[in-house]
């Protein structure tokens, strides 16, 4: 399984951001399989950020959920990640991340999927 994220590099302050993560030779409804974002900031450990799991359910990071929303499209077989009112320090590296089984974990090894991630600059 291969996945691959996409989306704007730059991105101002108090706007929207949107992430899409591609999974291929996977599916993203297969059972008991949990899409997680990750990110990590400049001299910051990862933080998880929530998932979609196979069925369509989502969880977020309490200290991120108000302002974040994952969903997926079964036909396009996509993730996607939308963050709004983005501020200086969202300003991170985005990973896609697949696992079975449900965990919520910032950390890579924990994940048998993982994309390239995206770089995500919040600047005016």
């Known amino acids: 399984v291969r996945l691959q994220e996409s989306g704007p590099g730059l991105v101002m302050p108090a706007q929207t951001l949107f992430i899409t993560c591609a999974v291929f030779?996977?599916?993203?409804?297969?059972?008991?399989?949990?899409w997680s974002w990750v990110r990590q900031s400049p001299g910051k450990g990862p933080e998880w950020i929530g998932y979609?799991?196979?069925?369509?359910?989502?969880k977020y990071s309490p200290s991120l959920e108000s302002r974040t929303s994952i969903s997926r499209d079964i036909n396009t077989n996509t993730v996607y990640l939308q963050m709004d009112d983005l501020k200086s320090e969202d300003t991170a590296v985005y990973y896609c991340?697949?696992?079975?089984?449900?965990?919520?974990?910032?950390?890579?090894?924990?994940?048998?999927?993982w994309g390239q991630g995206i770089q995500v600059n919040v600047s005016s």
């Open positions: 991340a697949g696992r079975w089984y449900y965990y919520c974990s910032p950390q890579k090894a924990d994940y048998e999927y």
């Open positions: 030779n996977g599916s993203i409804t297969t059972n008991y399989h949990y």
């Open positions: 979609i799991d196979y069925s369509g359910d989502t």
